[in-house]
């Protein structure tokens, strides 16, 4: 799949898209991510992309020609499934959301900033609006490169190992339950003479009843702390 990420700020952006998952899935051939600078498809000489809100407000908005040129320019050479903007008033970015967008073709990101953008441009070129949470980010580089970072991490073949992508939190709308690995028996630096031990399903090699555990784990761990998942 391709991602088009449209920020007034790329080099926030351009380390973390090309290490880690994102790095290794681009190198595999399986994803791409372009950023692209708003500034270069401004009009203004200055290189100005905002300017101040109509009505008196305090505050800069991103205008639309900037946006509609960008965003043209990038629909010329291709079709887009869905032309994504980062706000808080949008809908709320989750794992079902995710694996549904690494099942598109292509997608752009808006990298919301300032007071936000030009209203005629989500009612006229955007198709889908979302957000990270509730609370509000100086711009939406972060929200993209959250979006990115689950949407491709799902996609087939990024992960070598497909069990712990599908096991994931929220992949079945319970919490993972607990991990351990090696040893089984530590003795924390704080007092050598305790002993931290992992629950002995674990070591029974049964896998049936550590599945039957990892279940019963995840339900319990989800009704504590996350029981809107269950609703």
């Given at each position: 799949m391709r991602i088009d990420i449209i920020t007034v700020l790329p080099e926030m952006l351009e380390g973390f898209v090309t290490t880690s998952i994102l790095g290794r899935a681009q190198s595999k051939g399986l994803a791409e991510i372009h950023i692209h600078n708003l500034r270069d498809y401004t009009a203004d000489k200055w290189r100005r992309v905002d300017d101040y809100p109509y009505g008196g407000k305090a505050g800069m908005v991103i205008q639309c020609q900037p946006l509609d040129a960008c965003i043209s320019a990038l629909k010329a050479e291709r079709h887009y499934d869905e032309v994504i903007f980062t706000a808080p008033d949008g809908e709320k970015f989750d794992q079902p959301m995710a694996n549904d967008l690494s099942l598109k073709e292509n997608i752009i990101i808006i990298c919301g900033h300032y007071k936000g953008i030009d209203y005629r441009i989500r009612e006229h070129l955007i198709t889908k609006e979302v957000s990270i949470?509730?609370?509000?980010?100086?711009?939406?580089?972060?929200?993209?490169?959250?979006?990115?970072?689950?949407?491709?991490?799902?996609?087939?073949?990024v992960i070598g190992d497909v069990e712990s992508a599908l096991s994931d939190s929220f992949q079945d709308n319970l919490l993972e339950p607990p991990v351990y690995?090696?040893?089984?028996?530590?003795?924390?630096?704080?007092n050598p003479d305790e002993t931290w031990g992992i629950p002995d399903i674990l070591l029974s090699g049964h896998e049936a009843k550590i599945k039957e555990w990892e279940l019963e784990q995840a339900l319990e761990r989800t009704k504590r702390l996350r029981p809107d998942l269950l609703e």
């Open positions: 949470g509730d609370y509000v980010l100086t711009g939406g580089e972060l929200a993209a490169a959250v979006m990115a970072d689950s949407i491709v991490r799902v996609i087939p073949g690995t090696r040893p089984a028996e530590y003795h924390p630096v704080s």
